[in-house]
Structure formats: C-alpha cells, structure tokens
C-alpha cells in the first residue's frame, strides 16, 4: 500500500493561550514536514484549498511548487483542489508547470469541496455546484488527453482548437476525484474511470456499499474496475502509547471541531473524541499497533491501494506532527505493507 500525508494548512488557535500560528509560519511548517516525509519514505503530498482566514493554504499549487525543489521522490498533488471554482485551463497549466519542474510528480484530486467560500468568491452560483463540478470534470479530461482542444461549455467558455501548453512531463497527467459520502459521486467516478478517494470522516463499514457502487459503475461503463486505484485517509496522530497519543492530540482535535470546520461545533467533548478512536471508528490516533489494526480494518473494508493521513490539525505543535509522521513511515507503513503482503 502506497502511504501519504495531507493537510490543510488550519490556523487554529492553541485553546490555552488563545494564539495562532502565523500563515508565513505555517507554509514554512508545511515545507518542512514534506522533506521529511520524502526522507522517510512516504509517497505522497497532498495539500488541500481554502479561501478564509482561519487557513493558510488558498494557493496549494505554489507550494507544491516550492516543494518540488526541496524533495526527490514525494508524489505531489491536491487534497482536494475544488474544481467546481476553478477554471480548468488554468488549473492544468499550473499542473502541468509541476510535473515539468518535479520531474513528472505531479497528481490532481479534485473534489466538489465541503467549504462553500470559493462560490462567491469567484462569482459562482450555489445552485450550480453539482453542475459546475460535472462540467469542469469534463473539460480537464479533455484537456489532459488533448494538446489541441475544442470544447463547447455551458458553464465554463468555449475552446475552438486551441493549443493547451506547457504539456505534462508524465504521458497522463493523474487525476482521482475526492468524495465524502455522496452515491452520485461514487457513481460518477466510476463512470469516469477514474482513481477515487475517500475520506474517510467515520469508520470503514459506511463506505464499503459506496467503493463497492464505484466499482460496480465502472464496470457498467466499460472500466476495468479491479485495475482502479482506491485511496482512503482521514485524521491521524500517533504516539508511542495509546494514553499519550489521546491525551497529547485532543485538545488541537477540540481546536479543529471547535474552529475550522464548515460549521464549527461550540464544544467538541473528551467522550467524544475516545469514542471514535475505538475499534470502527474512523479516528486513527493511538499508539502504531493500534493504527496499524485500523489501516488493516480499512483495507480488508475497501480494498484501498492508498493511505493519506491528514497531520498537524488544529494546534499540534511541529515536533509532535514530526514524530507522527515518522512513526508512520518506520513502524507503522511496514507492517500494515508485511500483513497485507505489499512488503
């Protein structure tokens, strides 16, 4: 199984002290922790896109870009771009820059996005999120597989064979699509063809009839469904025992729910957080034994070919999100690799 990390760069404010990181902070932060999961071993870089305040991360392709040159082997992509407010165009020129400057790393996941700020912002209408995201779809497809293009839009403009350029440095530049826990987006990824990821916002058991709907509707449209990619992630932090991973990351964990969510929860209680760090649930903070039991309940679940772990949310401090992630990659990716015979 491929491992990964992703982060959506929050600024949240630590709940004693009431401060926050600054954005210039963070992105240093960010850049830090990529290099060493490229030192590590890991194989992916996923950076999510938000318009407010309370996040650091609006422009994600200009920091994959900036750490293109600090890492050799890390996949680098989005987690996710929200297309339904991108201009695709734009959005796979600025991709295509990254493959050629990463020597052919570059990957895309565009997802539909939980946060509604971006409509607004760049004057798009709420009435038409599933459309815009279906239609843009649609478009960067084309524009992937063609140099020259022609493209009649309803939503997005018209392309009457124009050259599309720089071209990626990979032959297929990849693009999965995001989803929560939507069906139809299942369906359509399916439909599609293409590699999917999920996040995984509860345990594995709600998504397996949805992975199972993916595969289902690839196999309708002429897809080879068992050569698809699944990828899965969700919120992670380990720690050496399971009492101090609790102890040490609920509080940041309070900060994210309580602060940085599409709507923020006015207090995020302890009995909460340890229910859902138990056996089937979809919090996977604990000591590597039990992550790893988790991971593998998510495979033998889904199938998946892939793992991100979002790090670093809500406050936690650098060093603690560092020796998470080197957990993951020495202690933890091994041995979920040996059982499942990936090794």
Same mark, same amino acid.
Request: charge should be negative.
């Given at each position: 199984?491929?491992?990964?990390?992703?982060?959506f760069?929050?600024?949240?404010?630590?709940?004693?002290?009431?401060?926050?990181?600054?954005p210039?902070?963070?992105?240093?932060e960010?850049?830090?922790?990529?290099k060493?999961?490229?030192?590590?071993?890991?194989?992916?870089?996923?950076?999510?896109?938000?318009?407010r305040?309370?996040?650091?991360?609006?422009?994600p392709?200009?920091?994959?870009?900036a750490?293109?040159?600090?890492?050799?082997?890390?996949?680098?992509?989005?987690?996710?771009?929200?297309?339904?407010?991108?201009?695709?165009?734009?959005?796979f020129?600025?991709?295509?820059?990254?493959?050629?400057?990463?020597?052919?790393?570059?990957?895309?996941?565009?997802?539909?996005?939980?946060?509604?700020?971006?409509?607004?912002?760049?004057?798009?209408?709420?009435?038409?999120?599933?459309?815009?995201?279906?239609?843009k779809?649609g478009?960067?497809?084309?524009?992937?597989?063609?140099?020259?293009?022609?493209?009649?839009?309803?939503?997005?403009q018209?392309?009457?064979?124009?050259?599309?350029?720089?071209?990626p440095?990979?032959?297929k #530049?990849?693009?999965? !699509?995001?989803?929560?826990?939507? +069906? =139809?987006? /299942?369906? @359509?990824?399916?439909? &599609?063809? #293409?590699p999917?990821? !999920?996040?995984?916002?509860?345990? +594995? =058991?709600r /998504?397996? @009839?949805?992975v199972? &709907?993916?595969?289902?509707?690839?196999?309708?449209?002429?897809?080879?469904? =068992?050569?698809?990619?699944?990828?899965?992630?969700?919120?992670?932090?380990?720690?050496?025992?399971?009492?101090?991973?609790?102890?040490?990351?609920?509080p940041?964990?309070?900060?994210y729910?309580?602060?940085?969510?599409?709507?923020?929860?006015?207090?995020?209680?302890r009995?909460?957080?340890?229910e859902?760090?138990?056996?089937?649930?979809?919090?996977?903070?604990?000591?590597?034994?039990?992550v790893?039991?988790?991971?593998?309940?998510?495979?033998?679940?889904?199938?998946?070919?892939?793992?991100?772990?979002?790090?670093?949310?809500?406050?936690?401090?650098?060093?603690?999100?560092?020796?998470?992630?080197?957990?993951l990659a020495?202690?933890?990716?091994?041995?979920?690799?040996?059982?499942?015979?990936?090794?």
């Open positions: 199984m491929d491992f990964g990390i992703f982060t760069g929050e600024l949240s404010r630590n709940i004693s002290t009431g401060s926050a990181r600054s210039q902070q963070r992105l240093t960010i850049i830090e922790l990529a060493l999961a490229d030192q590590a071993g890991l194989g992916f870089l996923g950076l999510g896109e938000h318009h305040h309370d996040f650091a991360l609006s422009a392709e200009i920091v994959l870009a750490i293109a040159r600090e890492t050799k082997n890390l996949r680098l992509g989005t987690a996710v771009t929200v297309l339904s407010t991108q201009d695709p165009v734009r959005l020129e600025q991709f295509s820059t990254l493959d050629l400057i990463s020597d052919g790393r570059a990957e895309i996941i565009v997802g539909r996005g939980a946060f509604v700020e971006s409509y607004p912002l760049f004057g798009h209408r709420l009435e038409d999120y599933d459309e815009l995201f279906d239609e779809l478009m960067l497809l084309e524009l992937r597989d063609n140099a020259v293009v022609d493209w009649n839009g309803r939503l997005t018209n392309l009457a064979g124009m050259d599309v350029a720089p071209r440095a990979q032959a #530049l990849p693009v999965w !699509v995001g989803v929560g826990g939507t +069906p =139809a987006s /299942f369906a @359509r990824a399916g439909r &599609l063809g #293409l999917l990821f !999920v996040a995984l916002l509860s345990g +594995p =058991a /998504f397996r @009839r949805l199972e &709907l993916y595969r289902q509707s690839a196999a309708d449209a002429g897809h080879d469904a =068992a050569g698809l990619q699944v990828g899965a992630g969700g919120h992670f932090y380990a720690a050496p025992t399971s009492q101090q991973a609790r102890d040490t990351f609920y940041h964990y309070r900060a729910f309580e602060q940085n969510m599409p709507r923020p929860v006015d207090h995020f209680p009995a909460t957080f340890d859902w760090t138990e056996p089937g649930g979809g919090l996977l903070v604990g000591s590597p034994q039990q790893i039991e988790k991971l593998l309940e998510i495979h033998a679940t889904l199938g998946n070919s892939r793992y991100l772990a979002q790090i670093g949310l809500g406050s936690l401090p650098f060093a603690e999100t560092a020796r998470s992630i080197e957990l020495t202690e933890i990716m091994p041995a979920v690799n040996r059982e499942i015979g990936t090794a």
